[in-house]
């Protein structure tokens, strides 16, 4: 199926999340290249709202990788974070910079709460809609 009509689909509340969500599991089989490539997509797709923090593993090491990963999309933060191999996911809801409520959650929950905030926020704004049209890799106009 072709990204246009994906979009499309995910524009008008069919399969609300389960496109985006898909994208952002797509080579999830080896975790960290994994947390490298959604880092680079979300930074891509939501520059204002995605931040990442990198760090070297090795004194003389010039790649540095990703740490962490924080998306905020409309009051609900997500952080991954990743140290030694292991990933840990969070959401914490915020309201007027107070954090009301912070829970971890598995990798897949994240994943999902994620894409739908997201998918829901595109068929709601225009800028969302732009951010999922760059997430999945679609031009716009096609």
Do not use: C, H
Request: aromatic share 4%; no cysteine; net charge positive.
């Amino acid at each position: 199926m072709a990204w246009i009509s994906l979009l499309s689909m995910a524009m008008a509340g069919e399969n609300d999340f389960e496109l985006v969500a898909a994208s952002l599991r797509a080579g999830a089989g080896d975790l960290g290249a994994f947390v490298e490539a959604l880092a680079v997509k979300l930074e891509q797709a939501l520059p204002q709202r995605t931040r990442v923090r990198r760090r070297a593993p090795g004194l003389f090491t010039k790649r540095k990788r990703v740490e962490q990963i924080e998306v905020t999309v409309g009051e609900e933060n997500y952080l991954l974070g990743r140290q030694r191999g292991v990933v840990e996911t969070r959401r914490a809801t915020t309201v007027r910079g107070i954090v009301l409520k912070s829970e971890p959650v598995p990798l897949d929950q994240w994943i999902e709460g994620l894409a739908g905030a997201i998918a829901a926020e595109a068929r709601s704004s225009e800028q969302g809609r732009r951010a999922l049209e760059r997430l999945l890799g679609v031009r716009p106009g096609r």
